[in-house]
Nanobody, 125 residues
């Protein structure tokens, strides 16, 4: 099993920056890809970014391209999402997810078999 725990969410003003973290524990050697999704009540969960656990290669959703940076630190078993130039529409609960033991379609949430509990990011003046 793999356990994921997000942290670092909070309140930030438009144009500001925030970094959130996803600490992985358990059978972390099984992780192939770590992803970030976000969710607003009443809306569909939206793909944000992925990082390859081994290589660090990344892929981003159109809405965050150029503003967000995903990364992994395998020594700490932690993934990060650096969010810059935040906008009010970025307000959401952010969830990290992991695909373990399998190759997945990166942008589809059903391709990930482990999820964290979420951390709230609110962008407001």
């Amino acid at each position: 099993q793999v356990q994921l725990a997000e942290s670092g969410g909070g309140l930030v003003q438009p144009g500001g920056s925030l970094r959130i973290s996803c600490k992985a524990s358990g059978q972390t050697s099984r992780i192939l890809v770590m992803a970030w999704f976000r969710h607003v009540p009443g809306k569909e969960r939206e793909f944000v970014a992925t990082s390859n656990w081994s290589t660090g290669s990344t892929y981003y959703g159109d809405s965050v391209q150029g503003r967000f940076t995903a990364s992994v630190d395998n020594a700490k078993n932690t993934g990060y999402l650096q969010m810059n130039n935040l906008k009010p529409e970025d307000t959401a609960a952010y969830y990290c997810a992991a695909a373990a033991d399998q190759i997945t379609v990166l942008t589809i949430q059903s391709g990930y078999n482990y999820w964290g509990q979420g951390t709230q990011v609110t962008v407001s003046s």
